[in-house]
T-cell receptor, first 119, second 113 residues
Framework: AQKVTQAQTEISVVEKEDVTLDCVYE???????LFWYKQPPSGELVFLIR??????QNEISGRYSWNFQKSTSSFNFTITASQVVDSAVYFC????????????????FGKGTLLTVNP | ETGVTQSPTHLIKTRGQQVTLRCSSQ?????VSWYQQALGQGPQFIFQ???????GRGNFPPRFSGLQFPNYSSELNVNALELDDSALYLC????????????FGSGTRLTVV
């Protein structure tokens, strides 16, 4: 069965530090998608990035970067020069077809990492 | 392009009661999924609706049920509420078969007392 592990429950850094959030996943499928979401205290899930299983190219978007390695089943997220506004819970998620059948994908989330950036 | 809207925002119910949560999908999306997020946990997949039928279900009992309407909006119904049903319920719309492109609503926070 699919599984997403975020081993870091909480991380606390000082503003301007770089921080990496780890994500390890398990899947039996060859076609899947990986996501990172940000959840501020208000509760909504804010989409950050999506990668498909055939594209291992790393990506950079401003202060955010992602390192996807199929060999280690990892999809890590780095924030460079962190800011107080980055404080939130971050979720890694995996999209696969449901075990119970059906043609539609479902998202499996990790338990999240609470990032606190202190001024 | 409208996003996903969920109602109500907050709700308090008594154990044993029934509750209905509502979700309108994003324009152009035909699939709606529901997720339960307990405090301190990641969202858990409840089920998914496509063409007004359930199309995939997570590990949730039958007292969790749903509907999808011709305009792709959806309802989540929970019968015989238990204290452990207290959670944030998130709705996500997507285009079927794509595996990506989920748009989430802001959620309904349900408290069962």
């Amino acid at each position: 069965a699919q599984k997403v592990t975020q081993a870091q429950t909480e991380i606390s850094v000082v503003e301007k530090e770089d921080v990496t959030l780890d994500c390890v996943y398990e899947t039996r499928d060859t076609t899947y998608y990986l996501f990172w979401y940000k959840q501020p205290p208000s509760g909504e899930l804010v989409f950050l990035i999506r990668r498909n299983s055939f594209d291992e190219q790393n990506e950079i978007s401003g202060r955010y970067s992602w390192n996807f390695q199929k060999s280690t089943s990892s999809f890590n997220f780095t924030i460079t020069a962190s800011q107080v506004v980055d404080s939130a819970v971050y979720f890694c998620a995996l999209s696969e077809l449901p075990d119970s059948g059906g043609s539609n994908y479902k998202l499996t989330f990790g338990k999240g990492t609470l990032l606190t950036v202190n001024p | 392009e409208t996003g996903v809207t969920q109602s109500p925002t907050h709700l308090i119910k008594t154990r044993g009661q029934q509750v209905t949560l509502r979700c309108s999908s994003q324009s152009g999306h035909n699939t709606v999924s529901w997720y339960q997020q307990a405090l301190g946990q990641g969202p858990q997949f409840i089920f998914q609706y496509y063409r007004e039928e359930e199309n995939g279900r997570g590990n949730f009992p039958p007292r969790f049920s749903g509907l999808q309407f011709p305009n792709y909006s959806s309802e989540l119904n929970v019968n015989a509420l238990e204290l452990d049903d207290s959670a944030l319920y998130l709705c996500a719309s997507s285009l079927t078969g794509t595996g990506y492109g989920y748009t989430f609503g802001s959620g309904t926070r349900l408290t069962v007392v």
